[in-house]
Each structure stands twice: as C-alpha cells, then as structure tokens.
T-cell receptor, first 112, second 115 residues
Framework: GESVGLHLPTLSVQEGDNSIINCAYS??????FIWYKQESGKGPQFIID?????DKRQGQRVTVLLNKTVKHLSLQIAATQPGDSAVYFC???????????FGSGTQLTVLP | GAGVSQSPRYKVAKRGQDVALRCDPI?????LFWYQQALGQGPEFLTY????????KSGLPSDRFFAERPEGSVSTLKIQRTQQEDSAVYLCASSSGPSANQPQHFGDGTRLSIL
C-alpha cells in the first residue's frame, strides 16, 4: 500500500548548526503534508504544514520544502538547540481523507 | 484546558479485560481522531469523528475496538477482551473544522499495557 517513509532513522547535529530531516512519500495523490515533533512520553506536537500547491513554507526557525516531482519533503531547522532533540515525523493526507499517514520517524540528537 | 486531554495516562490490564480510554478534545473542535502508536513507530489511524458522527472507522483492527462521541465533544475508545497485541500508546487528536488539510493537535496519549 501507499506509505510515507524517512531516509534516515537517526540524525546527530552540533548545537547551533542547521538540521535537515528528509521524508519520501509514495502516494502521488498526497496533497497535504505536516511535520510533527514528538518528545519521549508526549504526543506529537505540530510544527508546520504545507499544501501541494506550494513548494516552500517558513515558520519560526523552520522551513519545509516540498518537491512533488520526486515526492520528497524536508524539514530544515535553523540554529538547532538542545530542546530540538526529539523524534520528528512527517505525515500526509490525500484528497478528502481526513486521516494522516505517518512515517516511522527520525530521531534528532543535538550534541553540545 | 487549552490542549487535548487524555485519561488515564497509563493503564495496565490483564488479558481478557475490557478497557475504556477517554479523550477531551480542544474546545469547539469539530473533528476528532484516534490513532494507535506502537513502540518506535509512527501513529496509525484508527477512527474519525465529525461532531458526533463516526465517519471513518476503517483503521479499527477488530470488532473488539469501539469508539463513540455521543455529544460531539468527549470521546471514548473501548477495547473489549484485550489481548497482548493491543499494548500500545493510544493517541487522540482534534482539528478545528470538518474539512481536510487542517493540522491535527494531539494529546499525550494513554499507554496501555496488557499483561
């Protein structure tokens, strides 16, 4: 079936560096994408979303890039801080479907 | 509260027992979702409500799983005759409107352990 997957299960970055977390999706009908941050013992926390009619969206210290040609999504975090350490999930939905389909997550570790 | 609230945070039950998990969505949110999250995995969709109507229950793994939202606010996920494979974190999420392409806001989940 259709799935959303991540390229790397773990990512370590130095504090202050920029982080890039990648995500590939396979459903060509996907038209809404969203990134979540999940800390241990907590629920997923909304970071940023993007619709398929856009290729870039910026938030506070975060940027999401969408490449529909190669079905690729990325989350860029500027000036990564220790509090950014968490598991990051991308998720997608398509058409009128309300439910999100999640990938398996990337563990981001920020090194001092 | 301002966010999605779930209770209990932890639930331990013996195999064969029935359990009930509660979700209080963000006030005024029309849409409510239940997801199941296994250890080390992303959440997987179980069911979706728009107000009190259960519009999609395609993700419920068996007829032992039942969800309701009788007054269009609080929701309960019930699992009957629990089995060990039901052990997981059960997450509830809500979004403000009925349409797709809106962010879902999650609670911290109920961690269910079946002995």
């Amino acid at each position: 079936g259709e799935s959303v997957g991540l390229h790397l299960p773990t990512l370590s970055v130095q504090e202050g560096d920029n982080s890039i977390i990648n995500c590939a999706y396979s459903n060509s009908a996907s038209d809404y994408f969203i990134w979540y941050k999940q800390e241990s013992g907590k629920g997923p926390q909304f970071i940023i979303d993007i619709r398929s009619n856009m290729d870039k969206r910026q938030g506070q210290r975060v940027t999401v890039l969408l490449n529909k040609t190669v079905k690729h999504l990325s989350l860029q975090i500027a000036a990564t801080q220790p509090g950014d350490s968490a598991v990051y999930f991308c998720a997608e939905s398509s058409g009128s479907a309300r439910q999100l389909t999640f990938g398996s997550g990337t563990q981001l570790t920020v090194l001092p | 509260g301002a966010g999605v609230s779930q209770s209990p945070r932890y639930k331990v039950a013996k195999r064969g027992q029935d359990v009930a998990l509660r979700c209080d969505p963000i006030s005024g949110h029309v849409s409510l979702f239940w997801y199941q999250q296994a250890l080390g995995q992303g959440p997987e969709f179980l069911t979706y409500f728009q107000n009190e109507a259960q519009l999609d229950k395609s993700g419920l793994p068996s007829d032992r799983f039942f969800a309701e939202r009788p007054e269009g606010s609080v929701s309960t996920l019930k699992i009957q005759r629990t089995q060990q494979e039901d052990s997981a974190v059960y997450l509830c999420a809500s979004s403000s409107g009925p349409s797709a392409n809106q962010p879902q806001h999650f609670g911290d989940g109920t961690r269910l352990s079946i002995l």
